[in-house]
């Protein structure tokens, strides 16, 4: 089964500071790719996708994720951290092969703190 | 607008008892699915439904049941098998994106 692997449980960023997210997948053929950002007792809000068009994926609220086949990665990157950016985030993928059967598998997740 | 709306927000159950979770969608997607999120875990998929009348067992289906009789409705019944119920519930639709409900946090004591 695909699944993906989301490095560092929390990280903590100085506010301005550049926020990486890491995100690695395992499959043989590149899936469809997402991050989810999530508030405290939230559901979960799209940040940005990738479904195998460009490789430089930009989402919402600045954010931005770069798939690389070679590293199976797609990191999740913002340039300058703000205070709102602190969060629960998800990455999640989603076999191409289960077309008929979409299904979202979710990382464990990475918190977010930003540090004034 | 349309959305998913999860209902209640919070809930109380004693254990061994059942309890079922809402789940309504006004968006007409096809799809509907039931995650569980516990702490350091992500969020793991408990059933999903492609099509009314017809819904799969996820990874964690075991101490749950579901029915899809309606397109709009994918309720959720945590049974008294679910050894460890307590938990935070997200339920999700699709059609070419997924769109997740504000979940239900659930607390067996």
């Known amino acids: 089964a695909q699944s993906v692997t989301q490095l560092g449980s929390h990280v903590s960023v100085s506010e301005g500071a550049l926020v990486l997210l890491r995100c690695n997948y395992s499959s043989s053929v590149p899936p469809y790719l997402f991050w989810y950002v999530q508030y405290p007792n939230q559901g979960l809000q799209l940040l940005l996708k990738?479904?195998?068009?460009?490789?430089l994926v930009k989402g919402i609220n600045g954010f931005e994720a770069e798939f690389k086949k070679s590293e199976t990665s797609f990191h999740l990157t913002k340039p300058s951290a703000h205070m709102s950016d602190a969060a629960e985030y998800f990455c999640?993928?989603?076999?191409?092969?289960?077309?008929?059967?979409?299904?979202?598998?979710f990382g464990t997740g990475t918190r977010l703190t930003i540090i004034p | 607008d349309g959305g998913i709306t999860q209902s209640p927000k919070y809930l109380f159950r004693k254990e061994g008892q059942n309890v079922t979770l809402s789940c309504e969608q006004n968006?007409?997607?096809?799809?509907m699915y039931w995650y569980r999120q516990d702490p350091g875990q992500g969020l793991r998929l408990i059933y999903y439904?492609?099509?009314?009348?017809?819904?799969q067992k996820g990874d964690i289906a075991e101490g749950y049941s579901v029915s899809r009789e309606k397109k709009e409705s994918f309720p959720l019944t945590v049974t008294s098998a679910q050894k460890n119920p307590t938990a935070f519930y997200l339920c999700a639709s699709r059609n070419y994106g997924y769109t997740f409900g504000s979940g239900t946090r659930l607390t067996v004591v």
């Open positions: 968006l007409n997607h096809d799809a």
């Open positions: 999640a993928v989603n076999p191409i092969s289960n077309f008929g059967n979409e299904k979202l598998t």
């Open positions: 439904s492609q099509i009314v009348n017809d819904f």
């Open positions: 990738y479904t195998s068009a460009a490789t």
